[in-house]
């Protein structure tokens, strides 16, 4: 997924090696690449889910990191 940041940064994130490899039921339903393009921004965290099922903070993907 490429990411573009409000400083005009730019990052390639591969999620795929983090869904491939974590199982836990929250997570599996983002696996569908459908599911996975539901993401919304809060509170500077790409989440995912009603109850936050999957986070990543803006900051560690801004670096390049998940």
Request: aromatic share 16%; proline share 8%; charged share 25%.
């Amino acid at each position: 997924m490429a990411i573009r940041f409000s400083d005009d940064t730019r990052q390639v994130v591969d999620f795929g090696p983090y869904l491939a490899t974590h199982t836990h039921p929250y997570i599996d339903p983002y696996k569908d690449p459908e599911q996975f393009k539901t993401f919304q921004i809060e509170r500077g965290n790409l989440v995912w889910g009603e109850d936050w099922d999957m986070i990543f903070p803006t900051w560690k993907l801004h670096r390049g990191h998940l």
